[in-house]
């Protein structure tokens, strides 16, 4: 049988969306930007059993997810080129989440700071 890949070689899983790598590193391989990889697999032999049967489409049969019965929302912010997560709080309800983001907002009026900065909207607010 013959390799697809030859032993020594690196295989990478890579994203087509670069990503924060939040540390300086050296590219992987030429036209592989490191942002890019996801995971890298080293090839160190021979495959010794021939290749599986075809995956089938459904692994498995799930059963449908709950709705949840209470929400949260965190809040983070963006400094020099880092993202750091401010808070996060557990609501009962969409009612008691818009009053804290109403808290939230008031707060940051009086302490003259945008409203919206850590403020995202939550998902039946930009659906409707």
């Known amino acids: 049988m013959c390799a697809q890949v030859p032993v020594g070689s690196s295989v990478y ?6 990503q924060n790598v939040g540390v300086a590193t ?3 391989a030429p036209g592989l930007p490191i942002g890019n990889v996801v995971m890298r ?5 021979d495959a010794i059993i021939p290749d599986t049967p075809p995956i089938p489409s459904t692994l ?3 059963p449908p997810i709950p709705q949840p019965d209470s929400f949260f929302e965190w809040r983070f912010t963006l400094d020099n080129g880092q993202f750091h997560m ?3 709080d557990i609501v009962d309800s ?3 989440l818009r009053q804290k983001r109403e808290q939230i907002a008031q707060r940051r009026r009086d302490a ?3 409203v919206e900065d850590g403020l995202p909207k939550p998902r039946k ?3 409707g």
Request: aromatic residues 6%.
């Open 86 to 88: 401010v808070q996060w």
């Open 26 to 28: 050296p590219d992987p």
């Open 94 to 96: 969409i009612a008691e």
């Open 13 to 18: 899983l890579r994203e087509a969306a670069a």
């Open 41 to 45: 697999f080293d090839v160190v032999s």
């Open 125 to 127: 607010e930009r659906a």
């Open 60 to 62: 498995v049969d799930l």
């Open 112 to 114: 003259v700071l945008p």
